[in-house]
């Protein structure tokens, strides 16, 4: 299971700094971009010196940490938390890449960049490693409810 969940995670870094690349490759000034969908889907070049929403704005050193001590609770818990899980590995491997993608941002350019324009959901431009931490975030919280929900049907009552 754990090299499972190291599969998922170094898939989502990889999609997460090619699409970058490629990004930049296309659209190198910031701002530049296609629309996909008028009014509704844009790929569009941003680059965000803070975190979901602009907040925390050029404090990257802070956001690092935060991360990297996120990455060292899940490597801790992996075992305790993650695994037990019905597809925790998954979970554990999209959250460690997601963190990781925009982590190598923060180091290598000093922000994040994002290119994903919803207009239609009025969402903050993003990226796959965004897309990666938050289906993340929503499965641990789902996997989690459902390990409980399950483990009370199985205790006895006393």
Not at 27 to 36: K, N, Q
Not at 87 to 107: K, Q
């Amino acid at each position: 299971m754990i090299a499972r969940a190291l599969a998922v995670m170094s898939l989502i870094i990889a999609a997460d700094q090619w699409t970058k690349m490629l990004v930049l490759r296309v659209f190198p000034a910031t701002g530049d971009g296609m629309v996909l969908l008028a009014g509704v889907f844009d790929i569009r070049h941003v680059q965000n010196a803070g975190a979901a929403w602009g907040m925390l704005q050029g404090r990257q050193a802070l956001l690092i940490v935060c991360a990297v001590a996120a990455l060292v609770w899940m490597a801790l818990q992996m075992k305790r938390t993650f695994l037990p899980l019905r597809f925790g590995w998954v979970t554990w491997g999209l959250l460690a890449g997601g963190i990781i993608g925009n982590v190598i941002d923060r180091c290598y350019r000093g922000v994040v960049v994002d290119f994903i324009d919803f207009h239609c959901i009025r969402f903050p431009t993003f990226n796959v490693a965004d897309m990666a931490i938050s289906v993340g975030v929503a499965s641990l919280i789902l996997s989690q409810w459902l390990h409980e929900r399950e483990h009370k049907r199985s205790a006895p009552e006393s």
